[in-house]
Each structure stands twice: as C-alpha cells, then as structure tokens.
C-alpha cells in the first residue's frame, strides 16, 4: 500500500519502479558511506575530538584555500545523495508548497540523523575521530543536494505524468433533471 500526502491520489505517487530503483541505490550508497567511514585506519597518532562547532573548518581552511576547500567539499558530498534518494523513496511529488518545505525539513533530518549515527559509530573505531563539523557539513551537503535536485525533478516527474495521462477530464455542465419540477411542487415548511 502507497502512502500518499493528505488529499493526494494515485496520481500524485511516484511509480514503484523508481522507488525501488532509488531504495537499492540509497543502500548502496549507505554501504559505501559506512564502509569510508567506519573502517578502522592504521595512524601513528589520532587527533583530539572536535565537539566544538566551526573549529574543524577554521582548521580545514588553514592548511590553505585548495586544501580547505577540498577537505569542506569532501564534508557537503559525502552524505549529499541522502538528499535526492530519500525523497525518491518516500514515493511523493509534493503537489503543494507547505509539502516541498516540509520534504526538505524530513529530508535534512534524516541526513542529521545519519550523520550522527555515524559519528557516534565512529567512537568505536580505532583511528577515526569525532568531529562535530562533519554533522553539520553532512547536513548541509543533504540540504543543498535536495534544494538543486528535488524540486526541478519534482516537476519534470509531475509534467510527464500529466503528459502520459492526458489533462484532466472536463464535465460538462448537466442540465436540470426531469424530477425538479415534482420536488419544486412539494410544500416547504421553514
């Protein structure tokens, strides 16, 4: 059974095809994330955990403009296809606009979710270190992956489904039924 939005149809679900399609890369995607980043490293020495927040980027960004720009990139795309995939799978194509921010909202959510469950699996593992900018370059990354792809594909799914089924069926006005005149004779009492 599909879960639709409130007043949504069939109409306005994404085919299973695609949900499908968009689960098995979600899992692989997340099998690639964990396999980066819960492997254990073989380091001579592991930094101090990071619990302070924008001290890693202020670090980052001083070992220079390429290589800070590199290691905050590496940040924003390491979880940015939750930001695309998850909403694939939830199967909706937002017909409103309250349901496109409320998408975005479960969707950078979602990403905080994993990027802290990461983190915290991380204090488990020998060589990998915590750091409190990874949650928050994660959900930015997931945040900004959805607002420059969900939206336009949102549309285009929405433009085709129209195109495929053709516009919506127009009613024409019905005229006056034989019994108006029978009911229009029977006394009202007001």
Sequence with gaps: MQR??????AATAIHPRFRLLGLALLAAHLLVVGWLTLRPLDVPWAAAANLNPLEGIRADLAYGPLEGARRI???LALL???????PLVSGRLAPSAL?????LARTAAAGALVSVCIEM???AVPGQVVDVDSVLLNTVGVVLAHA?????LRARLRRSRT???GGTPRITRVGL????????AVPREY
């Design 4 to 9: 639709h939005e409130a007043g949504g149809s």
């Design 73 to 75: 990139g590496e940040g």
């Design 80 to 86: 940015a296809p939750l930001g695309v995939l998850l």
């Design 99 to 103: 349901s496109a921010w409320s998408s």
């Design 121 to 123: 699996l991380q204090t």
């Design 148 to 152: 420059a792809v969900v939206p336009a």
């Design 163 to 165: 195109a495929y089924q």
């Design 177 to 184: 039924g034989p019994w108006t005149d029978v009911l229009s």
